[in-house]
């Protein structure tokens, strides 16, 4: 179907994407890619398209599609990453890719020309056709996709992911041969907490150190003293901070879709975070934002009615098959004591590695969901079968044959 023609007078584009983030951008990424017949125009409230991030996904996490996609925007890659944990050191050899903010903004202005990027752009109000800014200015589109970021989360329970991220350059080398993505031998504060490793550079490693808290309020000071003390720790000499980043994400463990999607406060198509594309658990939201992107672009009917059923049934399928994420994130924050959660995560990286990356990527199957649960768990029984019992009662989460395929693991 055809988009529907825009009004005449303004600005106009085939398809208006607000916000030039991750969510956004792939989206731009993507309609270049496959609908260069479309024009786009993309709006981002700074100067710069991105923010200021560092975003890692494992190369399992991708299709064909999604990995050439991709592909120009990985600023490094390794063949495998380590886990450590105060039982046991681990390295998997599943390869592991990390972006950053610059090289989105590069790659973005690579692919779409100068006049479909429109920055410092304040998005005051939109419709699915128009989009209006605090300048005054007024553009019209054959549909409007809204990928600004989580903007409320209303219904929704479970903690937060929060983290301080620093790329320290070093005196000498920091002789990491590959990503340290859980660091779990550290002192246990505020939740689970752990510190994460990508060595970018031989002398220049981001170090960026993370809760599974309860409260989302962050330190940026202490958590700046945790990380220079946990640099120490590794024998490296910081010379300086070269980039430094922080967050707050959730990690979901209920909720109701239709009043997530309500939270927008207007009709036009979601994207990103700000439709519920990300995994319920981890909080990664690469893997879900390519993948939305990508079957976007391949969509065949591309009108506004068509994009907004779309993008909405899209967000509905991965709120529904996200149900034993959610109530893994349950179990977390509801049955495992903030000291002890970390015996969750070393329980599952013992698991098979193949597991592991459907984990990741979203993709468990329902052998991989009993063996997650299978055996003694590592928090109270009570406490977990307390959680289960609640999630069942939840119809919009957890029907009753789900809730039979994975509470007989518990023993």
């Known amino acids: 179907m055809p988009l529907t023609p825009v009004a005449m007078g303004a600005t106009q584009a085939d398809i208006a994407i607000l916000g030039g983030g991750l969510a956004g951008g792939l989206v731009a990424l993507a309609l270049a890619r496959w609908r260069p017949d479309l024009s786009v125009m993309v709006f981002e409230r700074d100067a710069a398209l991105g923010g200021n991030h560092v975003w890692s996904f494992f190369a399992t996490d991708l299709s064909a ?133 990508l060595p970018f550079a031989s002398d220049e490693v981001f170090v960026e150190d993370t809760y599974y808290a309860d409260d989302p309020a962050l330190d940026r000071d202490l958590l700046a003293q945790r990380i220079a003390a946990y640099a120490r720790a590794m024998g490296w000499e910081v010379l300086g901070v ?10 979901v463990a209920g909720g109701d879709f239709d009043r997530l999607r309500g939270a927008a406060g207007h009709r036009a198509a979601l994207a990103g975070t700000r439709a519920g594309l990300f995994h319920p658990l981890t909080s990664y939201s690469l893997p879900d934002g390519l993948r939305f992107a990508v079957a976007l672009a391949r969509w065949p009917g591309l009108g506004t009615d068509d994009i907004s059923t779309f993008c909405e049934q899209y967000g509905r399928s991965h709120w529904n098959k996200g149900w034993y994420y959610r109530m893994l994130s349950a179990m977390l924050f509801a049955a495992a004591q903030p000291a002890d959660r970390y015996r969750v995560l070393q329980r599952f990286y013992r698991l098979d590695r193949r597991l592991i990356e459907r984990f990741y990527a979203g993709q468990s199957s329902l052998a991989d969901k009993a063996r997650i649960l299978a055996g003694r768990p590592p928090v109270p029984i009570g406490a977990a079968l307390g959680v289960l019992t609640g999630l069942g009662a939840r119809a919009n989460q957890l029907d009753q044959g789900q809730l039979d395929q994975v509470s007989g693991g518990i023993s």
């Not at 600004?148 to 991220?165: A, C, E, M, V, Y």
């Not at 980039?243 to 990690?251: H, R, T």
């Open 65 to 197: 599609d999604g990995e050439e996609l991709v592909a120009p925007l990985v600023d490094a890659a390794w063949a495998g990453y380590d886990v450590r944990f105060p039982d046991y050191v681990r390295t998997l050899v599943t390869p592991y890719r990390a972006t950053t903010s610059h090289r989105l903004d590069r790659v973005l202005r690579q692919a779409l020309p100068a006049q479909a990027l429109v920055t410092g752009a304040h998005v005051v109000a939109c419709t699915p056709t128009g989009v209006t800014l605090a300048d005054g200015r007024e553009f019209a589109a054959g549909a409007v996709i809204d990928a600004r970021g989580i903007h409320d989360l209303p219904s929704i329970t479970g903690g937060w992911q929060k983290f301080l991220g620093q790329r320290l350059k070093l005196a000498r080398p920091h002789r990491l041969a590959r990503p340290i993505v859980m660091d779990a031998t550290v002192a246990q504060h505020d939740g689970y907490r752990f510190v994460y490793c």
């Open 242 to 251: 070269v980039a430094e980043e922080q967050g707050v994400l959730p990690v």
